[in-house]
């Protein structure tokens, strides 16, 4: 099993740009999710997914859109990319099945991005 | 929101010595996840724990679950040079939300050989 994947691995955008980032697990979760990564930040949650076809906003969730049209899959999306958005992006997987399976996040190699 | 502290920030080892660290919180948590972080790669699990006063082991990690339930540590015996890298904790609640974790901002770990 591959785990969780990301593509692309690294990006530089212009302000204004937009581009999507792909998250794919083969481990059959139910659950993904899709964090930020900046120093001295720690890692913070920007949507997440409860299941095929359904999204929620999670801890900072401006200028950015998700979906999730494959249990599979869950997209990032960034419509008009600025500066501020400059960070790593990782995306993760969790179980559903029992409250204690659901916590275990696994997570993907992370998606480099600069935004000049 | 909740919050959590890490600490310390950071650590600067001899190779051989061990380590301990810890997360407190402002809230119960019901689960404490530890999570290393190897530089360009993602967060890779380490250790799960699910009860109050649990304590469990990973080879020459080990990792207790507070009586409180407000805080964890963990504890690295005999380091060794790939050691180095960050530790993450992260903790989670059953009340509403209960598959999102609130993670602490790690402790960076290097180790002299």
């Known amino acids: 099993n591959a785990g969780v994947t990301q593509t692309p691995k690294f990006r530089v955008l212009k302000t204004g740009q937009s581009m999507t980032l792909l998250c794919a697990q083969d481990m059959n979760h139910e659950y993904m999710y899709w964090y930020r990564q900046d120093p001295g930040m720690g890692l913070r949650l920007i949507h997440y997914s409860v299941g095929e076809g359904t999204t929620a906003k999670g801890e900072v969730p401006d200028g950015y859109n998700v979906s999730r049209l494959k249990k599979q899959n869950f997209l990032l999306g960034l419509e008009s990319a600025a500066p501020s958005q400059t960070s790593v992006y990782f995306c993760?997987?969790?179980?559903?099945?029992?409250?204690?399976?659901?916590?275990?996040?696994?997570f993907g190699p992370g998606t480099r991005l600069t935004v000049l | 929101g909740q919050q959590l502290n890490q600490s310390p920030q950071s650590m600067f080892i001899q190779e051989g010595e061990d380590v301990s660290m810890n997360c407190t919180s402002s809230?119960?948590?019901?689960?404490w996840l530890w999570y290393k972080q190897d530089p360009g790669e993602g967060p890779v699990l380490l250790i799960a724990l699910y009860k109050a006063g649990e304590l469990t082991s990973n080879g020459r990690l080990t990792a207790q679950f507070g009586t409180t339930r407000k805080d964890s540590f963990l504890n690295i015996s005999a380091s060794i040079p790939s050691d180095v890298g960050i530790y993450f904790c992260a903790g989670q609640n059953s009340g509403g939300s209960n598959y999102k974790l609130t993670f602490g901002k790690g402790t960076l770990l290097t180790v002299n050989p």
């Open positions: 993760a997987s969790s179980y559903s099945p029992g409250p204690r399976a659901a916590n275990e996040q696994f």
């Open positions: 809230s119960i948590f019901n689960t």
